[in-house]
């Protein structure tokens, strides 16, 4: 989610379509939360880590 969500922000950015951009920002804001809650141990939607 992370990876999808760089890769949006970056061809939101480039192409200049701002739906793209949003997405992108959202995106990326969540797939981090995700990764910090998974690395520090917390169990993530009933997984103990999250890929």
Known sequence: MLLIGVILLIVGFITDIAILWTIGIILTVIGAVLWIMGS????VA?????W
């Not at 520090?40 to 169990?43: E, V």
């Not at 009933?46 to 999250?50: A, E, K, L």
């Open 40 to 43: 520090m141990g917390h169990a």
């Open 46 to 50: 009933g997984r103990r880590h999250y």
